[in-house]
């Protein structure tokens, strides 16, 4: 299957996942996540559609940013864990980091962000199994608690929402209870109205679980597998 028919089936599927849980299509938005792709296949993507992209390395993509970075209308997001002292690169090479996982990366991406005078969109990244995670906050954390409150400070960031990466498992129905938690965090927050924090966007759902991420409230599912093929190992 090529790049074009792979896309085009999973807006299929999505607006039928959306349909069944009685959603709009329109409320979900497909990033095509394109780590360990060449500029070229990542271009088919953006050829066929695709405008919204998700990179999981600050290095692997500066090698390949000058490529693609400037496609008219692409945005392009940070997705991966993100080591404090590539904060900075990070804040330039994208317009938004999908994986804050603790008040300090926050604040170094705010000041980034303040000395290059943009505004950066974040998610807080949420672990919701816990410990079994290598990144994410678990919902009931302090931290948690202090990046939302430290919000109405973090001036040059524009906190949307929350993601979150569910453990792997073969049959993806086992997700669905992790998928229905963050969206319960997500609701309990919304209904707090702290300062300076929305959290309209849940970045949930890959390629062999974003139906069910769909029926559970996700508004971005991040898909590689599904759109480029497997990743070289
Ligand atoms: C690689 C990756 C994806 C895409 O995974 P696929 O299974 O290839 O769709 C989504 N989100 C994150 C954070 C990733 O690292």
Redesign the pocket.
């Known amino acids: 299957m090529s790049i074009p028919e792979n896309i085009a089936i999973i807006r299929e599927r999505i607006d039928s996942a959306a349909r069944r849980a009685g959603r709009s299509p329109h409320e979900i938005l497909l990033m095509a996540?394109t780590?360990t792709q060449p500029p070229e296949r990542v271009r088919e993507g953006y050829d066929a559609g695709a405008r919204l992209f998700?990179e999981?390395r600050v290095q692997e993509f500066s090698g390949k940013s000058d490529a693609l970075r400037h496609l008219p209308n692409s945005e392009w997001h940070m997705?991966?864990h993100l080591q404090s002292n590539k904060a900075a690169q990070a804040a330039e090479l994208f317009s938004a980091v999908d994986?804050v996982d603790s008040l300090s990366l926050a604040e170094k991406l705010n000041s980034a962000a303040q000395k290059l005078g943009k505004k950066l969109t974040v998610l807080i990244e949420i672990s919701i199994a816990g410990e079994h995670q290598k990144s994410g906050i678990a919902p009931q954390s302090g931290e948690l608690e202090q990046i939302l409150t430290s919000a109405p400070r973090l001036e040059s960031l524009e906190l949307r929402g929350l993601m979150t990466?569910p453990p792997f498992t073969e049959n993806p129905e086992n997700v669905r209870p992790y998928f229905r938690r963050l969206r319960q965090l997500r609701d309990d927050i919304a209904g707090r109205k702290l300062p300076a924090v929305s959290v309209d966007v849940l970045s949930m759902g890959?390629?062999?679980d974003f139906e069910i991420a769909v029926e559970e409230g996700s508004t971005c599912v991040?898909?590689?597998?599904?759109i480029f093929g497997e990743?070289p190992k």
């Open positions: 996540v780590k998700g999981n997705i991966g994986s990466v890959m390629s062999h991040r898909i590689g597998t599904a990743r």
